[in-house]
């Protein structure tokens, strides 16, 4: 630490999650195995310290983890499904002060697949974040923190450049036990090619509250707006447009183990009939059990 150190990260996936993160090689096809992150760790002694991260990382945005573990909800958002994923290249980070920090990189693409490039060599991708936390001398407002992310780049193959704009945070409250927070993402798709014009925008606020030592309620509500077919797909309509309440019950009975029940209701407020493979439907409803070890 504060000098020229190094070190490396590695996280293979093996499973579904493997083929649906979209990280494996772009020649292979779909497999059960892949990389999610693989990065040489890098610390140049400049004031406070500049970390590099050099090879396949996750991207800087969103309120999310991919590691569901660490967030709140055993479901993602609306928000995560629109941002990026995984990238190939080098990212920066420095802490000004206790009050702000920043991330900017530059990718080869704003697709997943560890070998995503535009189909124009040159056209890189550019990410930047910033980070702010209140101090003590702001009173009630200590320890709140509002982030604001930009990503600019093309996809894999293609010619349309994608920005992808993220603000996000959390807010201190008057019950110590009670912790909010909030993102908003949003997706915007060049103006040529057949995705020509394509966006969404999805707004996520976030309650967790400490009951007892071992029990935590976390509710999320979840609100996505999009041009047509964005979300999903089916028959002509004008805007893809969604609501989803998910209410998650964290109790902690056994050690290194996430124990979870949720229950998600999903509604298209925009009066369609996305779910359901074969009759269709104008709502969802999910349980779902989620238990994690951890080692």
Known sequence: EGQWSAGYH????????????GTGNTFGGASSIALNE???????????????????????????????????NYSRSFGFVLEPTSQVGITASYV????????????????SPIDAKAAIESKKTYIALVT????ESMGSMKGATLSVGYENGEANGGFNTT????????????????TVGFAWDYVNVGASGAAAGAWANTLGTYVSYQTTEKLKLNARVDLAHSSAGVLYGG???????LLAVTLTADYNLWQNVV????????????????????????????????VIYKF
């Open 163 to 178: 920005q992808f704009v993220y603000v996000g945070g959390t807010l201190p409250t008057p019950v110590k036990e009670l």
């Open 235 to 241: 028959a002509a309509h004008n805007s893809d447009d």
């Open 38 to 72: 693989a990065y040489v760790a890098l610390r140049a002694p400049v004031g406070n310290g500049l970390d590099f991260h050099i090879g396949q990382f996750v991207e800087p945005l969103g309120y999310e983890s991919f590691d569901s573990y660490k967030n709140p």
């Open 259 to 290: 124990s979870r029940v949720e229950l998600r209701w999903d509604k298209n407020i925009g009066g369609d009939a996305p779910f359901g493979a074969t009759t269709g439907s104008q709502q969802s409803l999910t349980a779902a059990l989620n």
């Open 132 to 135: 702010l936390t209140a101090p």
């Open 96 to 111: 000004f002060d206790t009050w702000l920090s920043a991330t900017v990189g530059m990718a080869n693409s704003v697709s």
């Open 10 to 21: 590695v996280q293979t996936l093996i499973g579904p999650d493997a083929t649906g993160r």
